[in-house]
């Protein structure tokens, strides 16, 4: 049990983020930490050269040089290496499959009929390295299953006996049929736990795959990561990072071959509401271990709707993007965009890859406008970004054409993810400082200026090249296009000292801790000066993202609302969050009740009477939460 704590407003160094206090025993040095945080406002960095710059920026993160003197960062998978012995001569990945000990009882696959002619066919044949995972094996008509998954990333764990690296199993929960969720820790720090991934000092970056089920690559790929990180030709990197591999989130949805989970909710629209295990699963595992990069692996629709209404098949090996939701910080986008995006694209195309920008099209029958991936703050994407990692998401060529060009598409989202652990390994040292500024700059913002409650797109117009299904050829096509690469501002106030919740929203509370906020329990009741929220307007209607209405069974709540300016009294055992942390934006995102992904708006927070913004600093007596 916590004592209260008496003081006038929570200030930063005494409001410790649960993401930099993991337990007992760090309570002095996430004290000082924060004392830091309190003593200076920003940091200054030094100036970031970006492309094409005419001047230096001040206050910007400088690129660090490519490869450190005496660091080993191998090249990538599939192109000639030079690694030392014993490694053979690479002109690809070959992993050998595992011995068939657990029966095969994933989906049957059946040959695909391709949605287009031999022409289309020839654009896309496989690489020249030959990957080999139980699901790829020859003749094989299934998937790797869960059973083979778990054996797989256990045998990666085993052979790394001996080695510098080391490798470990996480169980990190259990799906919604009982499946494990298991995850794989490759790392040099003599421990698994988030402690001693902290004292070697080397970023941490978490691998995601498959949260769609029928969405079957990434979860290839992973297989593929994982034994090169354990044993194989990217193991040097290790040397400067940690990096947690986790195939396949949504296990029961890959047994069925649907997108959603068990339960009918795409779990990559569920990553602030955390409605299901594996959500909270990936939440868990991100507050705990606080990766700098967080990579998404997923596919894409390659015929189906573009057949129906361009008369034409996708053309890209791989979509990209980044975080893109309001509030991101400028750093980060910046990072993601030079040091991530611009890298992975050369990668690609030194494989003879194509890319592109993500995009995709609503399901409506007359609707031609394609729309860059979305800016709400729900998906994997995000969400993780809001926690302040660089976030990318990687889309292959393949939903809807079965096993078809199944190396090719393991190739792409290979070479793309192991171009992100080259960048991370480079940058390491300057991502961290770029994140040490964006904390810092976050955290001294509350109670200041404004902050953006909506954003949206910007609808403009772009050349996409599609292809024709019967001659081959390419076919661009101009299209009306909603970029999330600028974002409106739809909607902001005035930036809250924090949140007021009351105690009748607990439950919210415990969300609001998985995300890796801080939240203070209030030891004695007081007076605050707030805005309420006073409604204006309201109705029933679906979530819905860039593709239409997201799956899931329940109808949200559309408030719309005025603040109201008030002094509140606040009872013993209810809530204060404080914005001067560094996750304040997950909090702004959660709590503002005027947004389809709020907590009011999903019925997690009843009423607008629990909830309040708190507009100048509180004093009060104040307790953590256990």
Request: charged share 20%.
């Amino acid at each position: 049990m916590t004592m209260p704590r008496a003081h006038t407003s929570p200030p930063p160094q005494q409001h410790t983020d649960a993401q930099t206090s993991r337990g007992p025993g760090r309570t002095a040095a996430a004290a000082l930490v924060a004392l830091l945080l309190a003593a200076c406002s920003s940091t200054p960095l030094p100036p970031w050269n970006a492309p094409g710059a005419t001047a230096p920026r001040p206050n910007a993160p400088a690129p660090a040089p490519r490869v450190q003197p005496g660091r080993v960062v191998p090249g990538p998978l599939g192109a000639q290496q030079q690694a030392p012995a014993p490694q053979p001569a690479a002109t690809g990945v070959i992993t050998a499959p595992l011995p068939p000990t657990a029966p095969v009882v994933g989906r049957n696959e059946p040959l695909a009929t391709p949605p287009y002619g031999p022409a289309v066919m020839a654009r896309f044949p496989d690489p020249t390295v030959r990957y080999s995972t139980p699901g790829l094996a020859p003749g094989r008509r299934a998937y790797t299953t869960n059973a083979e998954l778990e054996q797989w990333l256990q045998s990666v764990a085993s052979g790394t006996a001996g080695s510098p690296s080391r490798a470990s199993v996480l169980r990190l929960g259990t799906s919604q049929r009982g499946e494990p969720l298991v995850g794989l820790l490759l790392t040099r720090a003599p421990g698994d736990d988030p402690a001693s991934l902290d004292a070697g000092k080397r970023p941490t970056v978490v691998l995601i795959g498959q949260q769609h089920g029928n969405e079957p690559a990434g979860a290839e790929a992973l297989l593929v990561i994982a034994s090169e990180l354990g044993q194989g030709l990217l193991e040097p990197l290790l040397e400067r990072i940690n990096v947690i591999v986790v195939p396949r989130a949504n296990p029961d949805g890959a047994q069925a071959d649907t997108r959603a989970t068990a339960n009918g909710i795409d779990m990559n629209r569920d990553h602030l509401l955390l409605k299901t295990p594996e959500a909270q699963a990936i939440a868990r595992l991100v507050r705990d271990y606080r990766p700098i990069l967080v990579v998404d692996a997923h596919e894409y629709t390659v015929a189906g709707r573009y057949l129906q209404k361009f008369n034409a098949v996708q053309r890209y090996d791989a979509l990209l993007q980044y975080t893109t939701t309001a509030n991101y910080p400028e750093f980060l986008t910046k990072a993601s965009q030079e040091w991530y995006h611009q890298p992975m694209q050369a990668a690609l195309k030194a494989q003879n890859l194509s890319s592109e920008w993500y995009y995709t099209n609503a399901t409506g029958a007359d609707d031609r406008t394609l729309s860059m991936g979305g800016v709400q703050p729900d998906t994997g994407r995000n969400v993780h970004g809001l926690k302040n990692t660089v976030s990318l998401l990687i889309e292959t060529r393949g939903v809807g054409i079965g096993p078809l060009h199944m190396q090719r598409r393991v190739h792409t989202q290979v070479t793309a993810i192991a171009s992100a652990l080259r960048s991370t390994a480079e940058r390491a040292a300057n991502l961290e400082q770029v994140r040490g500024f964006v904390v810092r700059d976050i955290s001294a913002k509350a109670c200041r200026d404004n902050v953006v409650v909506e954003a949206g797109p910007t609808p403009t117009q772009r050349e996409v090249v599609f292809i024709d299904p019967e001659t081959g050829m390419d076919r661009p096509v101009r299209v009306d296009w909603n970029s999330s690469l600028n974002l409106r501002t739809l909607k902001s106030r005035a930036r809250p000292c924090g949140y007021w919740v009351s105690q009748q929203a607990t439950p919210v509370v415990e969300r609001l801790k998985l995300l890796g906020l801080q939240v203070l329990r209030i030891g004695e009741g007081g007076s605050l000066l707030a805005d309420t929220y006073r409604e204006t307007a309201r109705e029933t209607s679906e979530r819905r993202d860039v593709l239409g209405t997201i799956s899931d069974s329940a109808d949200i709540i559309r408030v719309q609302v005025t603040p109201v300016r008030a002094a509140i009294d606040v009872p013993a055992g209810s809530y204060y969050v404080p914005l001067n942390q560094p996750l304040a934006h997950l909090a702004v995102a959660a709590l503002e009740p005027d947004t389809q992904n709020s907590y009011f708006a999903n019925r997690m927070i009843e009423d607008l009477s629990q909830t309040a913004r708190i507009m100048s600093t509180p004093s009060l007596v104040f307790e953590e939460t256990d």
